[in-house]
């Protein structure tokens, strides 16, 4: 499946629970949400994906996990806070570098309008596993 379709998906189902449910409640609610709506529509995603972190050849176990990892392809971070801040960006970006997927999404239920509270993220690092252009 196409990311594009994927990430639609994601976002279509987050609008659909904000509007049920609304702002104000904790992010692993929403996640739990999004968790069903997404296998319901026949997703494969894991929840709280263990990211290891990599230094000098070593594999560090920090304990930093991804709220949602849709299809192997797209991270989604969820958020339920006042305002999006640039450590929630940076924390996307850092998570797609480190597992080398190339787009998430960070998602802020705690907004008046859900629109208002999505962002699409690119890793500028991607290196699809299957470079045919050698």
Same mark, same amino acid.
């Given at each position: 499946?196409? @990311?594009?379709?994927i ?8 609008? /659909? $629970? %904000?509007?049920?449910l609304g702002?104000?409640? =904790? &992010?692993?609610?929403?996640? &739990?949400c999004?968790?069903?709506? #997404? =296998?319901?529509?026949?997703? %494969?995603?894991e929840?709280? +994906? ?9 594999? #560090? /176990?920090?304990?930093?996990r991804?709220?949602l %990892?849709?299809e /192997?392809?797209?991270? @989604?971070?969820? +958020?339920? @806070?006042?305002? =999006?801040?640039?450590i929630?960006?940076a ?6 570098? =480190?597992?080398? !997927? +190339? $787009?998430?999404?960070?998602? !802020?239920? /705690?907004e008046?309008l ?8 690119? *890793?500028? %690092?991607?290196?699809?596993? !299957?470079?045919? *252009?050698?």
């Amino acid at each position: 499946m196409e @990311v594009d379709t994927i990430t639609s998906i994601i976002i279509e189902k987050s609008i /659909n $629970i %904000h509007k049920a449910l609304g702002p104000g409640l =904790l &992010e692993s609610a929403y996640k &739990e949400c999004l968790a069903f709506e #997404l =296998l319901k529509s026949g997703l %494969h995603l894991e929840k709280e +994906k263990p990211v290891p972190l990599i230094y000098k050849g070593v594999e #560090l /176990n920090c304990g930093y996990r991804i709220d949602l %990892h849709v299809e /192997n392809k797209v991270v @989604v971070e969820i +958020k339920s @806070v006042e305002g =999006l801040a640039p450590i929630h960006v940076a924390q996307v970006l850092t998570y797609l570098k =480190l597992i080398n !997927n +190339k $787009i998430g999404l960070l998602i !802020n239920f /705690n907004e008046e309008l859900l629109k208002d509270g999505i962002m699409r993220l690119y *890793n500028k %690092h991607y290196k699809p596993k !299957n470079n045919f *252009n050698k």
